[in-house]
Structure formats: structure tokens, C-alpha cells
């Protein structure tokens, strides 16, 4: 414990870091997952070749990917682009099935009664499917938020100083108490930014509250 | 793309072929350590993951578990549980760590697989007098199959990662030539050895994929396919 009181500065300068960088692959995550997850619930042709595409980035491991960014997109191994744009291609992966699968769910009839009203495609994709594919789509983000922190610590290998940052040099000096701490932190901001993540869906999408 | 080529000429090197840490046996070392880890893992998660969704008691712990598990960084479970074994038991701090991080998702599978039945399925088994074991053992966890091996697939690409990851603590599996080749600043060898383990992960998923289409029992697949 005296580790970890000596060290609350570093801990909570790691803890910004480790935010910071999570913050926009989770993000990205989403934005990219909307058109691609649409892709995949539209076409039978796109739903196969998207599926696979997303399943086989996600079996990649971790470690594995960051070597092979690099030279595919010209950027530097050792470099904070490369953990983000990896962060990314998890999430963009672990995003996209759930949006598809959230599509899916929305009742056909109630798309029918749209088109019958007069809605366009357009405006009823944003103003009946993807309010109705809401809170499938915010399981996704929950899960793809808590992967996407936890695996921001691999960072560390490839030289970027976040959380992970407690696990290697605990390691090295051979301090439990710094590799427990940094461990905790993780859970702790991970199941955080859940539970944010569950209000601001109660705030946003008011008709799940209701119940059915 | 000289890159990829020069990883590909250190693949098949004589310096990675026998060198302190020859290819083949980094391979066999990597697929060991997964498999004896999910052996372990499903040993334990299956049956009681049955066991939760056949009786449903249990069952909040297990959601929350498989979804705690999650948030646990594997990298740090690996570091700390080898600082705590002691460094003259790496393997066996390794090995438990794998274990750990393959449980919930062999759990999850197991209990969901066995939820999914439908009810009315269920019903008419008991319905023809079959004991609560047998509906266990003769339609839940046949009908349940597809998505325990659905568990387990994830459990094996977990730990494959984590495998890589352990290369930090040790000279063993294919992520010690990453770990390596990061220090020495050799990226043939960084590259190749990447290359190696994103083929060994394709491979143990394609079987898993066709692994979970085997399971499916033949009546049900008939009439999947007859709709």
C-alpha cells in the first residue's frame, strides 16, 4: 500500500494518459461500426465478406497486429498511431457485428410502417432503425469500451506510456504493489467509463426506460 | 513491401530454424501452452456453466463474472501472477494466468448454450418423463453445443494472444522473437514472427468454425436448412 501512496501522481498522470488514448479508438470505434454494421445487416452479398473481414482482424493478437501496421501504412512501429489505429481495428471489429445484430432486431413491421408514412431511406434509417437499434448497439459500445482500455496497457511493449507503463516497470523492480495497482486502476476506470456509458444510454434513449 | 519479404526470408532462416529459440519449438510451446490452459479452464467452466444454466442458480454471478473479466488486463494478470509465484515458477504463474482469462468465456458459453434451448423444448422433454438429468445430458447440452465451442473459440484466441504477450516474461513462444526483436531492433524478425502467429490464430479459428457447424445435431441442422 505505501507503493501505491507514495505513487498516487503517477498513477493518476498514467491514469489521464491511458484515457486519453482509449478515448478516440472507442470513439472511431463507433462511427466506422455504423456504416459497416449497415453494410452488413443490408446486403446478404456485404453481410458474408464484412463478417469475415471484421472476425479475422479481431483473431489477430494484439501484439501480432502492431508489428504488422507499421509497414502496411507507412507508420512508425514505436509510435502512439500505431497502438490507436490498432485500438481501432478491435473495436471498429468487435462494433460492427453489434450493429448489424442491433438492425436486425428492429422490428420489420414498425420499418414498414415508416416506409408507409413516408419516410425515405435516409430519414428512416436515422430517425426509426438506429433509435430502435439503440440499445443493442450500446451492449457493443459497453463491451467495446471495457476491451479497448484493458488492452491499452499492451501499449507499454511498443514504448507508450499509459497504465501498462506500472505492469513493466513492477516487473523490472520486482514491486507487486505497483503491477497490483496498476491492474486495479484498469478495472476500476474500465467499469467507470461501463457505468458512465449506461447513464448517459438512460439519458439519450428515454423509450428503453420505459419498459415494454 | 521489402519488409514482408525479408520477414518472410527470416521465417525461414537456419538462425530462426536453430537458433537459442528454433521456430518449430516456439510453435509447439505457443499451441501446449493454450491448449493445456483451456483444458484446464473448460475442466472447470463447463460443467458448472452447465450447471448454472440447467438449474438458472448462479446465474447473476456468472453474467457479472464473464463480464469483470473483460476489464482485466491479461498482460498485467501475467506479470503480477509471475511476480507472486516467484520467477523460478514462470510457467506454472503463466499457465495459471491463462487459465484464469480462459475461464469466463468457456463459462459464458456453457451456461448460455444451454439457455438458449427453447423452452418448449424443454418442456417436452420432461413431458415424455425424462429425469432432470437426463433433459440435461440428452437435449440441453446437445442443442447447447454450438455456442459452448462458440466459448471455447474465444477462451483459445485469448490465450493464444496472451501466449505472445508472455514472451515478455520468458523465452518461450512465438512473442519472445517480438519481445527480442524489439530490444535488437530486428524487424524481419518482429515481422515474421508476427506473421507466424496471425497464420496459428486463423488456423485454430477456422477449426473452431467448423468445429461448431459439426456440432449442430442432424435433425436440427435438417430443419434449419429446410426453412
Known amino acids: ?212 | 513491401m521489402d519488409l514482408f519479404a525479408d520477414a518472410i526470408a527470416w521465417i525461414f532462416s537456419p538462425e530462426a530454424q536453430s537458433g537459442s529459440l528454433p521456430l518449430s519449438e516456439a510453435i509447439w510451446t505457443h499451441l501446449a501452452f493454450t491448449f493445456v490452459s483451456v483444458l484446464i479452464a473448460a475442466a472447470v467452466a463447463v460443467p458448472a456453466g452447465w450447471l448454472v444454466g440447467h438449474t438458472g442458480r448462479g446465474r447473476e454471478a456468472a453474467v457479472a463474472l464473464s463480464g469483470a473479466a473483460r476489464a482485466v488486463p491479461s498482460f498485467g494478470l501475467v506479470l503480477l501472477l509471475v511476480l507472486v509465484f516467484g520467477v523460478t515458477h514462470k510457467v506454472g504463474a503463466s499457465t495459471t494466468a491463462f487459465v484464469l482469462l480462459a475461464i469466463p468465456p468457456i463459462l459464458a458459453g456453457a451456461y448460455s448454450g444451454v439457455e438458449a434451448v427453447e423452452r418448449r423444448v424443454v418442456d417436452g422433454a420432461r413431458a415424455v418423463g425424462m429425469t432432470s438429468r437426463q433433459v440435461l445430458g440428452k437435449v440441453e447440452i446437445p442443442l447447447g453445443l454450438p455456442l459452448l465451442i462458440g466459448g471455447l473459440r474465444s477462451a483459445t484466441l485469448q490465450v493464444v494472444a496472451t501466449v505472445t504477450l508472455a514472451g515478455y516474461v520468458g523465452s518461450w513462444g512465438l512473442g519472445f522473437y517480438i519481445v527480442q526483436g524489439i530490444q535488437i531492433r530486428d524487424f524481419a524478425q518482429i515481422l515474421g514472427a508476427a506473421l507466424v502467429i496471425v497464420v496459428l490464430a486463423v488456423v485454430l479459428d477456422l477449426l473452431f468454425a467448423l468445429l461448431e457447424r459439426a456440432v449442430v445435431p442432424h435433425g436440427v441442422a435438417a430443419r434449419r436448412s429446410a426453412d
Open chain 1, 1 to 212: 500500500m505505501s507503493w501505491v501512496v507514495e505513487n498516487l501522481d503517477l498513477i493518476g498522470r498514467l491514469t489521464v494518459e491511458h484515457l486519453r488514448q482509449s478515448a478516440l479508438p472507442i470513439v472511431l470505434g463507433l462511427l466506422l461500426s455504423i456504416p459497416a454494421g449497415w453494410f452488413a445487416f443490408r446486403f446478404r452479398l456485404t453481410r458474408g465478406v464484412v463478417l469475415t473481414a471484421v472476425g479475422l482482424l479481431y483473431t489477430i493478437p494484439s501484439l501480432a497486429l502492431f508489428a504488422l501496421l507499421p509497414p502496411l501504412l507507412g507508420i512508425s512501429f514505436l509510435s502512439e498511431v500505431n497502438l490507436i489505429v490498432a485500438l481501432t481495428i478491435y473495436a471498429v471489429a468487435i462494433m460492427t457485428r453489434f450493429v448489424a445484430d442491433a438492425l436486425s432486431s428492429v422490428e420489420p413491421s414498425v420499418r414498414q410502417a415508416a416506409d408507409a408514412v413516408g419516410y425515405g431511406t435516409w430519414r428512416r434509417f436515422w430517425q426509426v432503425d438506429l433509435p430502435l437499434a439503440g440499445p443493442v448497439v450500446l451492449a457493443g459500445l459497453r463491451v467495446t469500451a471495457v476491451s479497448t482500455i484493458s488492452l491499452c496497457t499492451v501499449g507499454i511493449l511498443i514504448g507508450i506510456d499509459n497504465l501498462g507503463y506500472l505492469f513493466t516497470n513492477g516487473y523490472q523492480r520486482q514491486i507487486i504493489p505497483e503491477i497490483l495497482a496498476g491492474v486495479v486502476a484498469v478495472v476500476v476506470i474500465a467499469l467507470l467509463v461501463d457505468w458512465l456509458l449506461v447513464l448517459a444510454g438512460r439519458a439519450l434513449m428515454p423509450w428503453t426506460r420505459k419498459g415494454a
